[in-house]
């Protein structure tokens, strides 16, 4: 069974950073591609940043040149580095997993974590 714990939020002021990790477990982790997703109050989760097993890794537009998704797979643990805040970022962040790269990307899970809130004040 897959578990995924993620950590690293809390409040920063706009122009701050943070640095989420999430770590994985009951999955073969190497293999797998990992992505990044939020939801702001009221509405619906997205994708944010993905990065498949051999490293390569996309963004949404909102935080392209900002946020820096990598992964160690020697800790099973992906993070997700985090530049520049807006107080749009702000938002419950959860990590995933799948081998199938369009799956994270589309963000196709039934089950998630907890999750880890950021909030960015203005």
């Known amino acids: 069974q897959v578990q995924l714990a993620e950590s690293g939020g809390g409040l920063v002021q706009a122009g701050g950073s943070l640095r989420l990790s999430c770590a994985a477990s009951?999955?073969?982790?190497?293999?797998?591609?990992m992505g990044w997703y939020r939801q702001a109050p009221g509405k619906q989760r997205e994708w944010v940043a993905a990065?498949?097993?051999?490293?390569?890794?996309n963004y949404a537009d909102s935080v392209k040149g900002r946020f820096t998704i990598s992964r160690d797979n020697a800790k099973n643990t992906v993070y997700l580095q985090m530049n520049n805040l807006k107080p749009e970022d702000t938002a419950v962040y959860y990590c995933?997993?799948?081998?199938?790269?369009?799956?994270?990307?589309?963000?196709?899970?039934?089950?998630w974590g907890q999750g880890t809130q950021v909030t960015v004040s203005s």
């Open positions: 995933n997993s799948a081998v199938n790269w369009n799956r994270v990307v589309r963000g196709d899970f039934g089950s």
């Open positions: 009951g999955i073969i982790f190497r293999v797998n591609a």
């Open positions: 990065i498949s097993s051999g490293g390569i890794t």
